[in-house]
């Protein structure tokens, strides 16, 4: 009996999937380009929604797939807003120059209600099993996470910075909902700190083992070519190691953001690895540069399709019965809805 109990309660695992192919997407790829650069940017809208409708459709979990409801003109529609605003900006900064900085004020003013509202379109046209995604934060959160914390950055000496990486993804996760359904970000700050701190500490080595044989080139002044091949073995280690620190913290991040996202009693699980994320930067990189940038579309698959591999979603009961329930619940939100929230600022 209390075996049948334990195999109830033992979480089951659907796996991320990704049938996207790199030739397939260098059709979409190449074509979004010629069409947005002969419209002068205003097909730049459709190549958007084409992209994501592909990277969505080829996104599967348990058999079925992802979709993105975005309009085109809608988007381009928030587009034209955004270039209109920075127009007006340049504009009055070039003819009133002490309006300047009152200028910068208004836009770092209203960047809190730019996210909520990206963030509320991007949600409203996701969805899943006909299912939609939604964004339930407000510009008064927004504000608190993204200006009112980050205020405080100087006078804590920069040692608020993890606790705000924290709090700006829990807002973030917290207010997304799937149907009718929360997420729930249940990391903790400590967790954040944790990291931080060991990037910290391997900048600070990377700073002494680099930079102490450089300050020895003084003796070399009179000799430009020696202190050129001396610089030309210090200055590679320095960008190795601080490329290397920064594919660590990437993966880090992202393993500690979605293994610490839950929804009702189900939660997802990543398992990305340093050495194999370091590897598709690397080769990616060469690709591209050997390629002259022809190679990006294969690149920008294999990190799609590395990232959802190693996604997995751990249901507590089985996942058919959770989304029926989402669609019995949620109203018809339809593409009226969209249209409240019909600026894409790019966020």
Not at 198 to 204: E, L, P, T
Not at 206 to 225: H, Q, S, T, V, Y
Not at 331 to 343: K, L, Q
Request: proline share 3%; hydrophobic share 50%; net charge positive.
């Amino acid at each position: 009996m209390s075996g049948e109990n334990s195999s109830t309660l033992t979480p089951k695992s659907y796996e991320f999937e990704f049938t996207g192919s790199g030739s397939e997407y260098f059709r979409i790829w190449i074509v979004n380009i010629l069409l947005t650069i002969l419209t002068l940017g205003i097909y730049s809208a459709w190549a958007k929604v084409r992209t994501k409708r592909y990277f969505y459709g080829n996104t599967h979990l348990a058999q079925s797939s992802f979709d993105y409801l975005a309009n085109p003109i809608t988007i381009l529609k928030g587009r034209l807003i955004a270039v209109a605003i920075l127009m007006t900006y340049i504009g009055l900064a070039t003819i009133y120059p002490i309006f300047e900085p009152l200028l910068i004020l208004t836009l770092f003013i209203v960047t809190p209600w730019l996210i909520v509202r990206s963030l509320a379109f991007n949600a409203l046209n996701s969805a899943y099993r006909n299912i939609r995604f939604n964004f339930v934060g407000n510009t008064g959160q927004a504000a608190k996470e993204y200006i009112a914390f980050p205020l405080l950055i100087l006078f804590t000496f920069g040692l608020i910075l993890p606790y705000i990486r924290y709090r700006q993804t829990r807002f973030t996760v917290d207010n997304h909902l799937f149907g009718d359904t929360r997420f729930n970000f249940i990391a903790t700050s400590g967790a954040y700190y944790k990291l931080f701190a060991i990037v910290f500490v391997a900048m600070i080595a990377i700073g002494i083992i680099g930079f102490m044989p450089m300050a020895n080139l003084g003796e070399l002044k009179e000799d430009p070519e020696a202190m050129m091949a001396a610089m030309a073995v210090y200055l590679p280690f320095i960008y190795i190691a601080m490329g290397l620190v920064g594919v660590y913290a990437q993966v880090k991040l992202l393993n500690l953001l979605f293994s610490n996202v839950t929804i009702a009693d189900h939660q997802f699980e990543s398992s990305l690895k340093v050495g194999r994320m370091l590897w598709l930067h690397i080769s990616n990189l060469l690709g591209i540069i050997v390629t002259l940038g022809l190679f990006y579309p294969w690149a920008k698959i294999r990190m799609a399709r590395y990232r959802l591999q190693q996604l997995n979603f751990l249901a507590a009961t089985d996942l058919n019965s959770f989304t029926a329930s989402q669609s019995e619940n949620v109203s018809a939100t339809g593409d009226e809805i969209g249209d409240v929230f019909a600026v894409d600022v790019g966020f």
